[in-house]
Nanobody, 126 residues
Framework: QVQLVESGGGSVQAGGSLRLSCADS????????MGWFRQAPGKEREFVSV????????DYADSVKGRFTISRDNAKNTMYLQMNSLKPDDTAVYYC???????????????????WGQGTQVTVSS
């Protein structure tokens, strides 16, 4: 059974940085694309960034492009999201997710992800 555990969230001032981690205890990690999504209060869950199962290709939402970097270490069953130059609009609960289907390409659509972590809060103050 896949269990995803996010960590690294917190409160920072605008312009600061955080690094989120997503650890997969179910060991399904290495063959599946994965992604980061976020949900702010009163808003729908939205795409942030995705990465292929080997980590060779990534994609980002326009709102975070150039500021966030996604990566993964399959040997450690862990995915990361380095967030720099944070803005108040980045405030949200951040979720990691595993794409349904081994070797499937990453997708920006939450419904194509079958396993989700519990989320970690990121708060950016101005």
């Amino acid at each position: 059974q896949v269990q995803l555990v996010e960590s690294g969230g917190g409160s920072v001032q605008a312009g600061g940085s955080l690094r989120l981690s997503c650890a997969d205890s179910g060991r399904i990690f290495s063959r599946n694309a994965m992604g980061w999504f976020r949900q702010a209060p009163g808003k729908e869950r939205e795409f942030v960034s995705v990465i292929t199962w080997r980590g060779g290709s990534t994609d980002y939402a326009d709102s975070v492009k150039g500021r966030f970097t996604i990566s993964r270490d399959n040997a450690k069953n862990t995915m990361y999201l380095q967030m720099n130059s944070l803005k108040p609009d980045d405030t949200a609960v951040y979720y990691c997710a595993v794409r349904t289907g081994a070797f499937e390409p990453p997708s920006p659509y939450p419904y194509q992800y079958g396993f989700w972590g519990q989320g970690t809060q990121v708060t950016v103050s101005s």
